[in-house]
C-alpha cells in the first residue's frame, strides 16, 4: 500500500522570507502523481501544486516551486516570498495514474507566517 | 463554476443517531469522492463513484456507513447509529475525466459531532 509521511508538524517562517516543507512517499508504481495542497482555517482545502512522475521537471506555480526526487520518493514544497496568507495546513498527497482514484494524504504540517 | 457544496456545514448528533450529508459535485464532474479527517490528521478516503456507480469503498466504510449518488449528480453519506468515534470533518471531492481529471476539487466539510 502506498503511504505518505510528512515529518513536520508545525513550521514557521518570517514574512517574505522562503520556507520548504518536506514529504516522503512509498509506493512500488513507477508512473503516478504528486499533489500539495493547502487547508486554511475553517475553509476548503484547495490545490496548490501538482506533478507528474513520469515528468523530470520540477513543478512551478508562481511562488511555490516543488523538488521532486524520484529516486529517493522525496516531494518537498518551497514556498518563495511567504505571505500572511499562506498560513494553512499543507497536506502532500499521492495518487496512482492506473486503477485506484483516491488521494493517500500525509499527516499535514502546519505553516505559521511571522509578520 | 460554483464548487463543489456540502451541507449542512456543522452537525450535532447524540449517540446512536442517525446522520445525512449531502455533497453537490461540480457540475459535469463524473467522479465523486468522500473522505475522513479527524482533528490533526491527513483525509481518508472513504468510497469513490464514477456517474451512479461506487466503484471503490474503504475497510474504513463500516456496514453503519453507506453512501449513493443516484442519478450520478448529487451525493449522500449515512451514518446509521452513530458513534463518538464517528466525530470528524466528512470532505467531499469531485474531478472530471477530462485533461484535468487528476485533479479533486474539494468542499468546505461537513463537521460531525457525536455526543
Known amino acids: 500500500a502506498q503511504t505518505v509521511t510528512q515529518s513536520q508538524p508545525e513550521m514557521s517562517v518570517q514574512e517574505a522570507e522562503t520556507v520548504t516543507l518536506s514529504c516522503t512517499y512509498d509506493t512500488s508504481e513507477s508512473d503516478y502523481y504528486l499533489f500539495w495542497y493547502k487547508q486554511p482555517p475553517s475553509r476548503q482545502m484547495i490545490l496548490v501544486i501538482r506533478q507528474e512522475a513520469y515528468k523530470q521537471q520540477n513543478a512551478t506555480e508562481n511562488r511555490f516551486s516543488v523538488n521532486f526526487q524520484k529516486a529517493a520518493k522525496s516531494f518537498s514544497l518551497k514556498i518563495s516570498d511567504s505571505q500572511l496568507g499562506d498560513a494553512a495546513m499543507y497536506f502532500c498527497?499521492?495518487?496512482?495514474?492506473?486503477?485506484?482514484?483516491?488521494?493517500?494524504f500525509g499527516q499535514g504540517t502546519r505553516l505559521t507566517i511571522n509578520p | 463554476d460554483t464548487g463543489v457544496s456540502q451541507d449542512p456545514r456543522h452537525k450535532i448528533t447524540k449517540r446512536g443517531q442517525n446522520v445525512t450529508f449531502r455533497c453537490d459535485p461540480i457540475?459535469?464532474?463524473?467522479?465523486l469522492y468522500w473522505y475522513r479527517q479527524t482533528l490533526g490528521q491527513g483525509p481518508e478516503f472513504l468510497t469513490y463513484f464514477q456517474n451512479e456507480a461506487q466503484l471503490e469503498k474503504s475497510r474504513l466504510l463500516s456496514d453503519r456507513f453507506s453512501a449513493e449518488r443516484p442519478k450520478g449528480s448529487f451525493s449522500t453519506l449515512e451514518i446509521q447509529r452513530t458513534e463518538q468515534g464517528d466525530s470528524a470533518m466528512y470532505l467531499c471531492?469531485?474531478?472530471?475525466?477530462?485533461?484535468?481529471?487528476?485533479?479533486?476539487?474539494f468542499g468546505a466539510g461537513t463537521r460531525l459531532s457525536v455526543l
Open positions: 498527497a499521492y495518487r496512482r495514474i492506473q486503477g485506484a482514484q483516491k488521494l493517500v
Open positions: 471531492a469531485s474531478s472530471s475525466t477530462g485533461i484535468a481529471k487528476n485533479i479533486q476539487y
Open positions: 457540475s459535469e464532474h463524473n467522479r
